[in-house]
């Protein structure tokens, strides 16, 4: 029984820091710049299919060389929304206000849709990374060697992000626009391109989520969109321009998600995650207008 | 003055006698017994035509996103389509009970958008996640709803009416959804021409002077509300119709809603033939590039991207303030006068 508890626990904080992650992408760019970004999940799919094209042409590496390719895809996929900031997204930011918040729905969406597609077209297979971390026993508990294996790497993240945050300049700049988009602009914060330098930033944490998705599940084209829907649910119930807070919402809904998955079966658990956003949406609205 | 008057409001309207029309001449002159495909073409544009208009109602007048449109739709859908079945009735009966309760369902959820002041962020947000509760419930419900195998359904015909008339099941059908779409059309017309229409832009304009002004802004929120998700919910049966099967997979956010708001964006928000030129138009694309699998939605993307970009108004809107703004009416009218 205990064991049983322990196994669900680590299973559940391994999904639950994914989903702080995912839930991180959509945090800081909505939170940052009100575009609520339905292109998040497309970015991690891209980056688990890169990692896998990559250990195809590079057979027999082991977990260090998973860590060096995943790199290499996170990098390609922060240098596409990069060139998506520079083009496209740059005339959702031309407007302001609600005008801002619903040209960003749609055009993420159109994007997304359009990214979709092209994935199908040249990649429609499934996508596993299995990288064979062994099992550990630990008090009679068979853990889950994958699970460990990201919440470790994900603890490091969170160190480098929390860094970023408190301790550089551009961190603090960030969190500046956050707060008051003209406050900043007045203190000589270019918000223009802190939210260029955010998108990136989004889309390589989707991009890193994407790959330890991967370690657990199949990801092929079409989870891109439920991705995105979980990443903004957890960003909902986090509060949308509190990052401690998606952390934390994250890690919390991955462990209810996981208990109540093994109780009631995994629909159920899915709508446990949009029952949750919806009722923090219902009793505080006002943490995301 | 007065026939002068009365001949320029007919004038007005000869644009939608002439639209109506062309539409109960479709069936006579495309439907071919031979191929049912191309007349599910004709049914498929009608229905998303009123879906599209229904959004009108909410979205355009109102200016309440709502993303579960292909939800609302299920959720009438399965509700008549059980009901139908557990009592054994026709689901002619039963499809009003499917739009109620969809009705009602849309109701709710905008009354408390409005009672806890929503913007359209977090309606749009709200509704997303309802959206994919419904498709997991149904889903998850394998007992009831058949799960993802769904239930078999044709049962929306008038025979009756076929050997009456000597029209095929298919021209039936579409007349009845042609029927149903004059009725939310003269509805919508009603609404924006009377009190409410004046109110609704008082709404759009500025929500808290218009409830300053004594506008009982929740009220009208939940009543265009509970009209636009009643018209979904009832046309959501003929959509399952057209596929003899009903499943999850019809009413997903990809396949109705995406569809329904580049309709709608297309065809030009709050514009009354909007949808249907719209419907027309997206469908047709649709069967277009079907035969080329998924570039379908790499085309749609790209057009939804697009078309927000640079054409927020819609294509109907544009072409008229073209049409007005250029001259064009001008020139058009000397050469008719022979100037």
């Known amino acids: 029984m205990l064991a049983q508890g322990l196994e669900l626990l680590i299973d559940g904080l391994a999904r639950g820091v994914i989903l702080s992650l995912f839930g991180l992408g959509i945090t800081l760019v909505f939170g940052l710049g009100e575009i609520l970004n339905l ?40 240098l596409l929304a990069l060139v998506l900031d520079r083009t496209v997204i740059s005339l959702v930011y031309r407007e302001e206000g609600e005008d801002r918040i619903l040209l960003g729905i749609f055009v993420t969406l ?81 918000p223009r391109r802190v939210q260029a330098i955010v998108f990136v930033l989004s889309a390589a944490i989707a991009g890193v989520a994407g790959v330890f998705y991967a370690l657990e599940a199949e990801v092929t084209p079409a989870s891109s969109f439920s991705l995105t829907s979980f990443a903004i649910m957890v960003s909902i119930v986090g509060g949308v321009d509190s990052i401690s807070g998606t952390v934390a919402a994250g890690i919390v809904l991955g462990i209810i998600m996981t208990v109540a998955g093994a109780l009631f079966g995994s629909y159920l658990s899915t709508v446990t995650l949009f029952a949750a956003a919806i009722a923090v949406l219902v009793y505080k609205p006002e943490q995301i207008s | 003055m007065n026939a002068n008057n009365t001949l320029s409001s007919i004038r007005g309207q000869l644009p939608i006698i002439a639209v109506f029309a062309a539409l109960v001449l479709v069936p006579p002159l495309f439907f071919d017994p031979s191929t049912t495909y191309l007349s599910r073409r004709f049914i498929t544009v009608m229905i998303f035509a009123i879906f599209a208009m229904a959004l009108n109602i909410i979205f355009g007048e109102t200016d309440q996103l709502i993303l579960f449109m292909g939800g609302i739709a299920a959720v009438g859908t399965y509700t008549t389509v059980l009901t139908a079945e557990y009592f054994a009735v026709s689901p002619w009966l039963t499809l009003f009970v499917g739009a ?96 409410y229409g004046l109110a609704f832009a008082a709404i759009r304009q500025d929500e808290f002077a218009a409830r300053a002004t004594g506008i009982d802004v929740i009220r009208l929120k939940v009543f265009a509300g509970f009209i636009s998700t009643f018209i979904i919910g009832f046309v959501g049966p003929f959509y399952a119709q057209t596929t003899g099967i009903v499943i999850p997979g019809l009413f997903s956010f990809n396949g109705v809603d995406v569809l329904v708001l580049i309709i709608l964006v297309l065809g030009g928000l709050r514009s009354r033939l909007g949808p249907l030129v719209g419907a027309a138009i997206v469908i047709y694309l649709d069967n277009l590039l079907s035969q080329f699998g998924q570039w379908r939605t790499v085309a749609f993307g790209l057009l939804l991207t697009v078309l927000f970009i640079y054409f927020q108004d ?26």
């Open chain 1, 110 to 190: 159109g994007l997304s849709l359009l990214f979709e597609g092209l994935l199908f077209i040249y990649y429609p297979g499934s996508v596993f990374l299995d990288v064979g971390v062994p099992s550990i026993t630990v008090a009679g508990a068979s853990l889950t060697g994958s699970s460990i294996a990201v919440i470790a790497a994900a603890a490091v993240l969170f160190g480098l992000i929390y860094y970023f945050f408190n301790h550089t300049y551009l961190g603090i700049g960030t969190r500046t626009v956050i707060q008051d988009e003209t406050g900043a602009m007045l203190c000589g914060i270019p």
């Open chain 2, 100 to 195: 109620f309760v969809a009705g009602v369902f849309g109701g709710l959820v905008c009354y408390v958008a409005a009672r806890r002041q929503f913007t359209v962020i977090v309606l749009a947000i709200v509704t997303f996640a309802f959206q994919m509760i419904i498709m997991e419930v149904i889903v998850g419900l394998r007992d009831i709803t058949g799960g993802t195998t769904g239930i078999p359904f044709r049962d929306l015909e008038l025979p009756a009416v076929e050997s009456l008339t000597g029209l095929g099941p298919f021209a039936v059908q579409f007349y009845v959804l042609v029927g149903v779409f004059a009725v939310v059309f003269a509805l919508y017309t009603w609404l924006t021409n009377s009190k």
């Open chain 1, 39 to 78: 292109l998040l999940g497309v970015f991690a799919v891209i980056s688990v299919i890169a990692c896998s094209m990559l250990l195809g042409t590079l057979p027999g590496l082991a977990l260090a060389g998973l860590v060096a390719v995943a790199l290499v895809a996170v990098a390609l996929v922060a």
């Open chain 2, 314 to 339: 819609g294509i109907l809107p544009m072409a008229k303030s073209l049409y007005e703004e250029r001259g064009l009416r001008d020139r058009l009218t000397g050469l008719r006068s022979g100037e």
